[in-house]
């Protein structure tokens, strides 16, 4: 294999992409919940007065297509994880003990993730990516 510095930074931020997605999707998906009604929950629980559906929409959906965003706030109401009060969506108890054990999954994955890698390197990571996104002039943003 050649040495990192002349390998294609396409090529593992693809395949990295793919495999932490798998990972992630399949972990959710023992406990009954998808990523995109995940992103959903956990955008609910930062607002716990409740939150408008085009803000939840707006802040989850560069993470999937508009569709995937709509009908997991689908789901998460069909579940009975949140109520609707016609101006604003937010978690109902059920909805608070699932996004709580999702999150339960999602710290477990976070952690599988970071072995061997300090929180410098990470960071560093995420940086490198977020400067290459710019120098090519593409647009990211994560909340």
Request: hydrophobic share 40%; net charge negative; aromatic share 6%.
């Amino acid at each position: 294999m050649q040495p990192p510095d002349r390998q294609p930074l396409g090529f593992w931020t693809l395949r990295a992409g793919e495999t932490i997605r798998a990972r992630t999707r399949g972990a959710l998906a023992e406990i009954g919940v998808t990523q995109p009604e995940w992103w959903v929950l956990h955008q609910l629980s930062l607002h716990p007065g409740g939150v408008p559906r085009d803000d939840v929409i707006g802040t989850v959906g560069p993470n999937d297509t508009p569709e995937a965003i709509v009908a997991a706030l689908r789901s998460v109401a069909a579940n009975g994880w949140s109520r609707d009060d016609g101006a604003t969506i937010a978690l109902t108890t059920a909805g608070r003990e699932r996004f709580e054990r999702a999150a339960e999954v999602q710290a477990a994955l976070q952690r599988e993730r970071m072995q061997g890698i300090s929180t410098e390197d990470f960071a560093t990571t995420i940086t490198v990516l977020q400067k290459t996104i710019d120098n090519l002039g593409g647009t990211a943003w994560h909340w």
